[in-house]
């Protein structure tokens, strides 16, 4: 009988440390239910880079978090005052081992309270629907559901996206990785925050604490004439977390909107 030592060498580093590996991020942000005008087209470049971060495997032939760059160019059209739809192509990412190599594309469909932005309380929901690449997860057809509730409480805003991952396997195996952002607007266009992303594992039953992932992000916000940025750094909190990524997010109107 062959022996795959791939499977052998993954099952040993598991028995050594955290017994869970989670998926890398491509996108990292917290949804306020802001929404692009009616008839506006626009593009978000999303790129992360992890300088230090799990140095395993989450299965075998897996992208490695640590040293890795992660991204995707978003497409987004606003087709009402409350629902817009997306395209994530292409996903892509480099790591130190493998090299650069492609990882899916997501649709994207968000609905949200009309003017969001100028709303004390907000809310909202988005649909992801994912297909992946074999070195992005086990499954090819994967889904998001992320509710968006928040406040704006001049100069204070607070969000809260508890989000549900499926891989169609039942109920029982969502995953609840929620994301929570209270941010400080300082200035015309700025913006300082505090970010936290987590997975707890499955609703079924979540996983021990040293094998949650919980992520820490401090972050700067400018809202322009011409583009939208976002830049932060965040810090892994548990063994489980990647213990430091960097992330930016730039932001444009292509059409219908600002120049």
């Known amino acids: 009988m062959r022996i795959d030592t791939r499977w052998v060498l993954a099952l040993g580093i598991v028995a050594m440390g955290p017994t869970r590996a989670f998926a890398q991020a491509d996108e990292i942000q917290v949804y306020d239910g802001g929404l692009a005008g009616k008839g506006v087209f626009?593009?978000?470049?999303?790129?992360?880079?992890?300088?230090?971060?799990?140095?395993i495997q989450g299965f075998p032939g897996a992208v490695v978090a640590d040293k890795s760059w992660n991204g995707v160019p978003e497409w987004a059209l606003g087709v009402t005052n409350w629902f817009e739809a997306g395209l994530y192509l292409p996903l892509y990412s480099r790591?130190?081992?493998?090299?650069?190599?492609?990882?899916?594309?997501?649709?994207?469909?968000?609905?949200?309270?009309?003017?969001?932005?100028?709303?004390r309380f907000l809310y909202g929901v988005n649909f992801e629907f994912s297909y992946n690449a074999k070195r992005w997860d086990t499954k090819r057809?994967?889904?998001?559901?992320r509710p968006i509730v928040g406040?704006?409480?001049?100069?204070?805003?607070?969000?809260?996206?508890?989000i549900f991952d499926t891989s169609y396997d039942g109920l029982k195996n969502l995953e609840f990785v929620?994301?929570?952002?209270?941010?400080?607007?300082?200035?015309?266009g700025w913006a300082t925050a505090l970010e936290e992303y987590s997975d707890f594992g499955p609703i079924r039953g979540?996983?021990?604490?040293?094998?949650?992932?919980?992520?820490?992000?401090?972050?700067?916000?400018h809202s322009g004439k011409a583009l939208d940025i976002e830049a932060g750094i965040g810090f892994g909190l548990t063994d489980a977390s990647d213990k430091l990524t960097l992330k930016l997010i730039v932001a444009r109107d292509?059409?219908?909107?600002?120049?």
């Open 178 to 188: 929620p994301a929570t952002r209270l941010a400080y607007n300082f200035g015309a």
């Open 151 to 162: 406040w704006h409480l001049d100069p204070f805003d607070i969000i809260v996206n508890p």
């Open 42 to 55: 626009n593009l978000t470049l999303h790129n992360n880079y992890t300088p230090k971060g799990v140095a």
């Open 141 to 145: 057809i994967t889904s998001e559901i």
């Open 254 to 259: 292509l059409w219908g909107g600002k120049k």
């Open 206 to 221: 979540f996983v021990a604490t040293r094998e949650q992932a919980h992520q820490l992000y401090a972050v700067v916000d």
């Open 95 to 119: 790591d130190k081992d493998m090299g650069f190599g492609l990882d899916g594309a997501k649709l994207r469909t968000l609905f949200a309270v009309p003017n969001a932005d100028d709303r």
